[in-house]
């Protein structure tokens, strides 16, 4: 089928980007992955306006992608913190092939602020494709697109 | 350095948000992997309209992530199509990500819309994680985050 031809409504991509599709709820998701799990902390170190930051709280929340866990502090109410679940978790690839490509095209001076390791080893760690047949795919060109089995035809 | 004292001034995150960090930027490109390449086309297809589509190109050629070519139909005036540089095409392993959580998460009816695969031999292809030890990473645990050389302290 004809790209322009196929129907978006159930396009993975899309999917995807109703849970996490713009600037804020990425870089809440970023503080997550670096431990960072308190909505203070949260919104102090990303700088985002408190309404905001609990409405991308709670469609991540919606979205399957945190959870919420209680604490408190000595003398304080209780409060949330967020994690992520597995589900969440699995975004991992998303937020490393951002910060991969960040790294290396509109390139910060210094170099990157931050490094992944492979736990253990201690070598840096990358994204990369890989087929089922267990080649790595050596270039972008090396792939291509076909439909699925969900593929539908666009109707107007 | 705690995560929650590095500036994220020059995050790798945040600088590619610049760049795509918005729904409608990430499906304009999902559209130009797919070889949907003219104005006209991406905007029946997305159903986006026409002014943010306008914009939204601008911001991918002023990113280097698109470059503009110059096509004419018979009997037409020259109009553009808009192809991924090089820069653009290593934005591959996002949309691949973004593909792949969506496929399993927010899991669509009837399975995937669109399978993709290794030119040559045809067998399905993921994005994983790979040291440079040559380690695939088995978990999104098995992953340390450290700073960097461009780590720097947050000023307030």
Redesign the interface.
């Known amino acids: 089928m004809d ?2 031809e ?3 409504a ?10 996490i ?3 804020w709820t ?2 809440v998701l ?2 997550v ?4 799990r308190r909505f203070d ?1 949260i919104q ?3 700088g985002i306006p408190r309404p905001i930051l609990s409405d991308r709280l709670h469609r991540l929340l919606d ?2 992608v945190l959870r919420r866990i209680e604490y408190r502090e000595p003398g304080q109410r209780a409060r949330h913190e967020y994690r992520l679940t597995e ?1 969440g ?18 390139a ?14 201690g ?11 267990g ?3 050596a270039s ?13 035809q ?1 109707t107007a």
Do not use: Y
């Open positions: 790209w322009r196929q129907s978006t159930n396009c993975s991509v899309a999917r995807t980007l109703e849970v599709g713009e600037k990425i870089l970023r503080e992955f670096n431990g960072v902390d102090r170190h990303i979205g399957g589900t978790l699995e975004l991992q690839t998303v937020l490393l092939s951002l910060m991969e490509w960040g790294d290396r095209h509109p910060g001076a210094g170099g990157p602020a931050r490094v992944v390791r492979h736990r253990g080893c070598a840096p760690v990358h994204v990369a494709l890989v087929c089922e047949a080649h790595s795919v972008p060109r090396d792939v291509v697109g076909e439909d699925g089995p969900g593929a539908r666009l």
